[in-house]
């Protein structure tokens, strides 16, 4: 009996504290969706904690505005469910919509009142009110996945793949071996992702490059990226140099794969993730 309560209590400590939930210590696949659950309240958090990740998402917890700006940036979830007072709703969603990596996550603030002036402002700003009495479970669930669903999910998992490999790298010293270590990763990774030198050159390669533009790795490792057809928009001399220059690209553009087949993909890109070494990932759009 002791040992049933002892677990009872882990358990509900697990899915109320505010940060990464225990059952996220395994990575997620790129496409699960991710949901951040932000409260005051520790039995708020704990229910939607359960109704979301019964139906398949990565569930993570906020507990206050500072926590919700932070984790956001960091995690990049495909939504934001906010139920807190009007003030702190409203300045978590003007926070998150000013900034760069985040503008572009739907916020939905809970309200006890389609009618109130919570739900006013907030639709006003451009967040997304509903009704914080979830008796109709499937509605709520349902009104959210419709929100991820129509939002650039895919350039939001490139943008995490990038700070993944970020943190990664600020927590090695910068040297050959760290840079080893990182190639040894994207080699692996799924979503397509190139590694690139000073020159241009590829020195990593993942299985989704491969996948995504035709060429086997071997294929991608003996050129560069001004000699494949990823440089049809994507890359020319004068736009390598901007984008070393400002250390950052974000675009949707278009690439040939090995065939010559034009492709849309989306692209983001880091310059210096490690000195002379520098990261791109790619989606199709």
Known sequence: MHGSTRHGRRQHDRLAAPGRRHSDARLPVAEQRRVLCVGSQEHTRLLHAYLFEEVGYVVYAAADEEQAVAFSKRLLPDVVVLEMDGAAALSVYTRLASEPSTFDIPVVVLTPSMDSALAR????LGAVPMLSDIADVEGFVGAVDALVVATCRAQRALKRRLLDLQELARFNPPDADAQTAVRRLIDRLQVAVLAVDEQGHCVAASQGASALTGYSRPELLAASVFQLGLSSEFVSYEGWLQFLAHRH????T???????????VHAVALAKLMPGFHVAALALA
């Open 121 to 124: 402002q907030a639709r006003a």
């Open 249 to 252: 690209y974000a675009s949707t």
């Open 254 to 264: 278009t690439i040939a794969t090995r065939d010559g087949e034009p492709i849309r």
